[in-house]
């Protein structure tokens, strides 16, 4: 069975969730094609197959946002290059993808929206608005959803023509493999605290170069791409990007982890990858909170409202003593591999009932 597996992120970007749901469906015996688009100029791709996954990554011509003849150059290029494939199942996880999909396929093929993200809200004024309507073409369009938060499953339902639409969410989780392993004690500065994924706007900077200022012997390390100019004080450390595979050693050799978000429409639909990776080793965290983050109420998790609860929660956590030590229940229940056994399930039960009507 053939899979087209429409991402918003090409493959070499940091691992998030479209390279890992890819990958295990892989593993489970669909033939899966990964496909992005890249604005010629903006980054390398590669392309190649491993196992049962074929990475597809392909160039489009930049500023298709802005000008409307070059997204429609696109979309014909694209649809024409699509046009000699044949699938049985397409995902989709961008409002804009289905109208680079043949009408061949749409017709013939189970269509899953995949939302891992508040998408209009990446977006402002007029584009936001245009989103949200060709979000709604595409809820009408498609024969499943499929979210990463309970928020995104009631704004989709919101939004939807069709307010019959089944819409399944399944979580995010962790890399079992990874975590499997024992990870290194890497040096670093002591005490310190470790934020792992996207530094961009959406990041409470503010909260953080404060307590660097007032609290010189702690180190704040920031790892991952940065999308936003950064104005480090001395004790803080971007370590730009790191492998995957080498994220567990730092989120191990950590004292205190972060997750603080400024809490907007986009942040309110997320479930984050590293809460998961972060509590696999019971680790101590600090988090702005909003409602996603309610089911982890029970763990390792101090949450903060402005900059003196922030500061209030490290020196908690330090009189409490760091800890690190691996969480193998956890791992066993929120691994990717138990995500996408639902999924899979989901596809197989959806193309059946397709099939039938």
């Known amino acids: ?40 100029g903006k980054t390398k791709i590669r392309k190649f197959t491993q196992g049962r996954l074929r990475v597809r990554d392909t160039y489009v011509i930049p500023f298709a946002l802005k000008y409307r003849f070059v997204e429609a150059l696109n979309a014909f290029g694209l649809r024409a290059k699509l046009s000699f494939e044949n699938y049985h199942i397409i995902i989709v996880t ?38 949200l309507a060709e979000e709604r073409k595409t809820l009408n369009c498609v024969d499943t959803v499929i979210t990463s938060s309970n928020h995104l499953r009631i704004a989709l339902h919101d939004r939807s023509p069709d307010k019959q639409m089944h819409i399944e969410t399944i ?7 990874t975590f499997r392993r024992e990870p290194k004690r890497l040096i670093l500065q002591e005490p310190n605290l470790i934020y792992i994924g996207t530094i961009s706007d959406w990041m409470d ?11 010189l012997r702690y180190t704040i390390y920031l790892i991952g791409p940065a999308e936003i100019p950064l104005d480090l004080l001395p004790n803080m450390v971007w370590l730009g990007v790191k492998k995957h595979d080498e994220i567990i050693d730092y989120i191990y050799s ?13 942040t309110e639909a997320v479930d984050p990858v590293k809460i998961y990776e972060y509590l696999s080793l ?36 330090e009189q409490a003593g760091f800890a690190s030590e691996l969480d193998s229940e956890f791992v066993e229940l929120n691994n990717w591999e138990v995500r996408v056994e639902r999924y899979a399930k989901l596809l197989y039960s959806d193309l059946k009932a397709k099939k039938t009507n």
Not at 2 to 30: C, D, E
């Open 254 to 266: 950590g004292n205190i982890m972060l997750l603080p978000f400024l809490i907007n429409e986009l």
């Open 94 to 131: 961008h409002p804009f993808h289905l109208k680079y999909i043949p009408a061949r396929l749409l017709v013939n093929c189970l269509l899953i929206y995949e939302c891992m993200d508040n998408m209009p809200y990446f977006y402002e004024g007029p584009l936001r608005e245009r989103i």
């Open 205 to 215: 900077m503010e909260t953080i170069r404060k307590f660097a200022s007032i609290h």
């Open 171 to 177: 979580p995010n989780a962790l890399d079992r493999p």
């Open 1 to 40: 069975m053939r899979i087209l597996y429409f991402s918003t992120v090409n493959w070499k970007w940091i691992k998030q969730r479209p390279h890992f749901i890819a990958h295990y469906l892989s593993l489970k015996g669909y033939e899966v094609d990964y496909f992005s688009l890249n604005p010629i």
């Open 282 to 317: 019971k680790k101590p965290v600090i988090s702005s909170y909003w409602a996603e983050l309610g089911k982890f109420e029970d763990a390792k998790i101090k949450f903060y409202c402005n900059y003196q609860d922030f500061e209030n929660r490290v020196f908690e956590i």
